[in-house]
């Protein structure tokens, strides 16, 4: 069992930044994929980021191509996803989440298979 701790979500204005943090206290997950979707209310879980646990490839969702970016650092079992140009309609539930995921496979939430509590942000406008 991984169990995925989410932290640094808030209130920003559109505009600003937040970088969105994941760790997997006592446990290493250097060989498993670590993504990051959302959640709107009254919408589905989408995908947002993911980073493969081969060679660190990182895949991001076209909304957010360009101002987010998702890192790791395995000796810290740390997963970032740092935001900026924040718009209103980034406003969402974040979810870490992690998992033995083929590259093919890493933008659906279906085969991942620890998820953290989500950590709330909004974006005012």
């Known amino acids: 069992q991984v169990h995925l701790v989410e932290s640094g979500g808030g209130l920003v204005q559109a505009g600003g930044s937040l970088r969105l943090s994941c760790a997997a206290p006592?446990?290493?997950?250097?060989?498993?994929?670590m993504g990051w979707f959302r959640q709107a209310p009254g919408k589905e879980r989408e995908f947002v980021a993911a980073?493969?646990?081969?060679?660190?490839?990182?895949v991001y969702a076209n909304s957010v191509k360009g101002r987010f970016t998702i890192s790791r650092d395995n000796a810290k079992n740390t997963v970032l996803l740092q935001m900026n140009s924040l718009k209103p309609e980034d406003t969402a539930v974040y979810y870490c989440a992690a998992g033995i995921v083929v590259p093919t496979s890493i933008q659906s939430p279906g085969k991942y298979d620890y998820w953290g509590q989500g950590t709330q942000v909004t974006v005012s406008s």
């Open positions: 980073i493969s646990w081969i060679g660190g490839s990182t």
């Open positions: 006592g446990r290493t997950f250097s060989s498993y994929a």
